[in-house]
């Protein structure tokens, strides 16, 4: 087992990386909680692989386990979705002294972490991701959030969880599309922190050879999430690094309302853009950008930007919590591993945009 402690100002906890360790999670969880009531929030796809085999673990082991499932998508991270989601917790009778597990992907540990941050002031929470990009990213960190319809992630809080819980072997019964997913996040992670990460990734020869090295890939991508996060708990300076790629990929998601591109490929179109604009202004080295195109491509990755109403990415943009008046905060490379925070004026941007969308 691979185990790291992120220590956070507001509180540390550990990730925990096993294969198999969901068969074992009713075991594992009884070392570090002492209560006996847990409220499993997962989503339907997720339900039919693992909700059963989770509540049947957690009632091996003495617990009292309530379900709440939601609908599969994006659109599920809504306040639509979470007042049902209050709902149960009203109906199962939830207190402060219980847990609430969030059991699926970066949808669902949005939303019900957000939920157990705001829920009687704050129910303890543990996280239990199942897609790549979630055990990469989403569920470290304690970034917890629901959209709005102008933008995503636009109301949230920072609420570590108790524990996080990666089983790598969840990773088998992904599609190909929700892998490259998650893969668009672990590239990121090269790009901006790991060229030695970013080299290996290049060699991989097949989806098994990548699947055989999956659980050291999540610990090097934890390890460097957890680092920054130590840093920079509430995304005022370093952490912001963990964006490159985010404010055009959100903006893609956001015109497409959530439907044709998922996250991982719009951060993916997102990184290249990026890239592009930083070799442009003279501030990346010429040629990273094609080093970002080859391993997007290598993932199965889109890398130009869709067909897109430049104003419409502009206005999203515009809502990015990153903007400080007439500037951004813009998250470039210097070269593959080389990541830094660059205050950009929003006009050269929007003069960009205009240049490379078709």
């Known amino acids: 087992m691979h185990n790291i402690e992120v220590k956070a100002s507001s509180g540390s906890y550990p ?4 294969n ?12 570090i909680y002492k209560g006996s009531r847990i409220a499993v929030v997962t989503d339907s796809n997720v339900d039919e692989f693992y909700g059963q085999k989770t509540i049947n673990s957690l009632k091996e082991s003495g617990f009292e386990t309530f379900k709440i499932v ?3 998508g994006e659109e599920s991270k809504s306040f639509k979705t979470l007042l049902e989601v209050y709902d149960k917790l009203l109906d199962f009778k939830i207190n402060r002294g219980d847990i609430i597990i969030a059991l699926g992907g970066g949808v669902v540990g949005d939303m019900a972490g957000f939920a157990a941050s705001t829920f009687l002031r704050g129910i303890s929470l543990i996280q239990i991701p199942t897609t790549l990009l979630a055990q990469v990213d989403s569920s470290v960190g304690g970034k ?13 809080s ?10 790598p072997l969840l990773l088998r019964t992904l599609n190909d599309k929700y892998l490259n997913d998650g893969m668009g996040e672990v590239i990121k992670y090269g790009a901006i922190k790991d060229s030695e990460l970013f080299n290996t990734l290049m060699k991989y020869e097949n989806k098994e050879a990548l699947l055989s090295q999956i659980d050291k890939i999540i610990f090097t991508c934890c ?57 442009e202004l003279g501030l990346t080295k010429i040629g990273t950008s094609i080093a970002i195109k080859d391993i997007l491509i290598k993932y199965n990755l889109p890398w130009e930007l869709p067909e897109i109403r430049t104003q ?27 990541s830094f925070i ?3 004026d929003k006009t050269k941007i929007e003069n960009y945009l205009h240049k490379i969308i078709k």
């Open 342 to 344: 660059e205050k950009i």
């Open 158 to 167: 920072f609420y570590m969880p108790k524990a996080v819980f990666i089983d």
């Open 144 to 156: 917890v959030a629901v959209d709005l319809p102008r933008g995503k992630n636009l109301v949230g």
């Open 70 to 72: 939601v609908k599969a």
């Open 223 to 279: 390890s460097i999430k957890a680092n920054i996060v130590e840093l920079d708990e509430k995304d005022t300076g370093e952490r912001m690094l963990l964006n490159y790629g985010h404010t055009i990929g959100h903006a893609i998601e956001q015109f497409f309302n959530f439907t044709k591109y998922s996250h991982g490929e719009a951060v993916a179109m997102g990184m290249y853009s990026i890239t592009k604009l930083g070799e």
């Open 15 to 18: 990730i925990y990386i096993k």
């Open 312 to 338: 419409a990415i502009i206005e999203t943009i515009s809502h990015d919590k990153k903007n400080i008046g007439g500037s951004m905060n813009l998250i470039l490379i210097e070269s593959i591993g080389n």
């Open 20 to 31: 198999g360790l969901l068969g074992e999670i009713g075991v594992e969880i009884k070392k």
